[in-house]
Nanobody, 116 residues
Framework: QVQLVESGGGLVQPGGSLRLSCAASGFTLDYYAVGWFRQAPGKEREGVSCITSSDGSTYYADSVKGRFTISRDSAKNTVYLQMNSLKPEDTAVYYC?????????WGQGTQVTVSS
C-alpha cells in the first residue's frame, strides 16, 4: 500500500525550529519528486518546498526561502523539512505529497503552531 506519513509538528515559539518528516511505505521515495505543502485556517493550500527525484534540486516559496530546508534520507525512505526562524504566519497543517506540480499520495498532515 502506497502511503506517506508526516510527523514532527507541534507548538513552537516564534523564532524556534521544527523538523518535519515525510516517511514513505509501499514504494521508494527516491523515484519521486516530493513536495511540502501547507494549509492555514481559512486559506488555500500552498506549496512550500519541493525536491526533485533526478538531481535533488530544491525549490522554496519566497515566504520560507532562507528559513526552511528540504532534504532526503534514502536509507530511511524519508523526506525532511527543517524549519528555522519560525513565524506565527507559518502556522498551518503541513502535508507532503509526491510530484510537486500535480501532487498525489497525500499524507494525513501534521499541525504546526507558532505562538508565544
Amino acid at each position: 500500500q502506497v502511503q506517506l506519513v508526516e510527523s514532527g509538528g507541534g507548538l513552537v515559539q516564534p523564532g524556534g525550529s521544527l523538523r518535519l518528516s515525510c516517511a514513505a511505505s509501499g514504494f521508494t521515495l527516491d523515484y519521486y519528486a516530493v513536495g511540502w505543502f501547507r494549509q492555514a485556517p481559512g486559506k488555500e493550500r500552498e506549496g512550500v518546498s519541493c525536491i526533485t527525484s533526478s538531481d535533488g534540486s530544491t525549490y522554496y516559496a519566497d515566504s520560507v526561502k532562507g528559513r526552511f530546508t528540504i532534504s532526503r534520507d534514502s536509507a530511511k525512505n524519508t523526506v525532511y523539512l527543517q524549519m528555522n526562524s519560525l513565524k506565527p504566519e507559518d502556522t498551518a497543517v503541513y502535508y507532503c505529497a509526491t510530484d510537486c506540480n500535480f501532487p498525489r499520495n497525500w499524507g494525513q498532515g501534521t499541525q504546526v503552531t507558532v505562538s508565544s
